[in-house]
């Protein structure tokens, strides 16, 4: 049971002697405070009865707003109760900041933004973030000029940031800055009509497929989920309940490449250490092992190569890999190998000049990195002649197009590190034909 006290906090004083008002709460032996601003001299406080004395010219007056708070945390620590949540005393404090205060939508955005980018999170914080732009265009938008003129007007301001945001972490914390102090958008304002009008804002003006529009109702219905819990906004005006919004995610066409195809990849001939011969090699490493991210691949260090296995742990989830070497990706590893300084360097040349002590350093050049290799992954495949759109994560594709129904789906769910079964049946729905094509051919032909 958490408990709530209103206590003279004697660990700090300010220069006129006062020290300040604060809430205790205490859960399982574990205090947390939140400090009211208010400030007295420690003979105008009561440590009995926990209130400001008379003394005070204006106890009154303090006391009632005192009592406010105190009524306000008590709520909210009955209001968890109530609803069975397991919070924690940092949960709590955060509740209790939050309650009776009008946080726009910006600002909670802005602090969902700032939470992902301290916990080194930094694709979801910026990805994030993009979202908060878009959906601030979206209200300042004026039709009076043309569309082309509105397009054109987004990809400028959307340029400016870029130029003023050269360093990327100056960029995002600019961004959480800005939005932090907008109070032009509340939770309640989030209606239907607003949904509806930002979708055909998003299709019409930054010509988003529906996947991507999907990604960002999702960003919108987690923000208002969340801000529900916090008590910041309020469940009748929630725009995704009932009959209103549904999100509904679509599968998408998956493509991969043959065992012809990337056979032309094994045997295309590249000048050594150049950047195409590295990109080649980096994408059959991901395809030898069912489909590593190139992002994990970029980040494999000599250290995770261990009694003839590579065992590493995934970026994206956490989730422990040990798979056995295959020849041939072994056949890469070992033209690495007269670079490797130590067990901790890069095994791929990308990330040497990255700041290991930077997490998002590391973050940023192996983003440039799978930029770059996108864009030589098209040359690859126009000089092997794969008329496909050869990208990194075609390489998970094409190893499940090849597998097919050969790989037991157990083993395919633990190849592809899904933490569900249905998650890899559902995948690899996408690349087992040989029924329907053979149901086909009974009938045609």
Known sequence: MATVKILLWKHYKKKDDKYPIALRITKDRKPRYIFTGKYILEKDWDPILCKVKKSHPNSARLNNYLLKKLAEADDTLLEATSNNEMVSTKQIQKKVKRKGKNVSFFQHGAQRVKDKYDKGTFSVARSELSILYNIKEFMNLSETGSKQSIIDGI???????????????????????????????????????????????????????????????????????????????????????????????????????????????????????????????????????????????????????????????????????????????????????????????????????????????????????????????????SQCEIDKNLSNHIARHTFGNIAGDKINPLMLQKLYRHTDLKTTIGYQANFINKDADDALDAVIN
């Open 155 to 381: 990809k400028e301001r959307r340029k400016s940031r870029h130029k003023k945001g050269m360093n990327p972490k100056t960029s995002i914390m600019l961004g959480i800055k800005s939005f932090e102090k907008d109070e032009t958008l509340y939770f309640s304002d989030v209606d239907m009509a607003f949904i509806n009008k930002f979708k055909s804002f998003c299709s019409t003006y930054l010509n988003h497929k529906e996947r991507t529009l999907t990604n960002q109702l999702i960003f919108i219905r987690t923000l208002y989920n969340n801000a529900i819990k916090e008590g910041i906004a309020n469940e009748k005006f929630y725009p995704f309940a009932g009959d209103k919004e549904k999100i509904r995610i679509k599968s998408s066409l998956k493509i991969g490449l043959t065992k012809e195809e990337v056979t032309k990849i094994e045997n295309l001939e590249a000048e050594i250490d150049s950047t195409i011969w590295h990109t080649r090699n980096v994408w059959l490493f991901s395809y030898y092992f069912a489909g590593i991210r190139i992002s994990d691949v970029l980040m494999m260090r000599w250290s995770d190569f261990v009694d003839e296995r590579l065992m590493y742990v995934m970026n994206k989830n956490d989730k422990t890999v040990s798979l056995k070497i295959p020849d041939k990706a072994q056949t890469i590893i070992d033209h690495y190998k007269n670079d490797k300084q130590s067990k901790s360097d890069f095994v791929f040349p990308f990330l040497k000049k990255a700041n290991q002590k930077d997490p998002e350093d590391v973050f940023v050049k192996a983003r440039n990195a799978t930029s770059l290799f996108n864009k030589y992954l098209k040359r690859i495949a």
